[in-house]
């Protein structure tokens, strides 16, 4: 995305290509680390608050 979105359109994850964070989910799971996942909750945020 540009930053600028039209009403209507929903914000998508930037992380699409690079993955960062599924690679960080699995690197967490595979050390038993405690991963707290801040990109979701954003990402549903920003779609219920709209442009």
């Known amino acids: 995305m540009n930053g600028q979105m039209k ?19 699995k690197v967490a799971a595979e050390h038993g680390v405690t ?3 801040l990109n979701t909750p954003s990402l549903a945020y920003y779609n219920q608050s709209g442009v």
């Not at 009403?7 to 989910?25: H, I, Q, T």
């Open 35 to 37: 991963l707290v996942d």
């Open 7 to 25: 009403p209507g359109e929903a914000y998508v994850s930037s992380f699409n290509k690079r993955r960062f964070p599924d690679l960080l989910k």
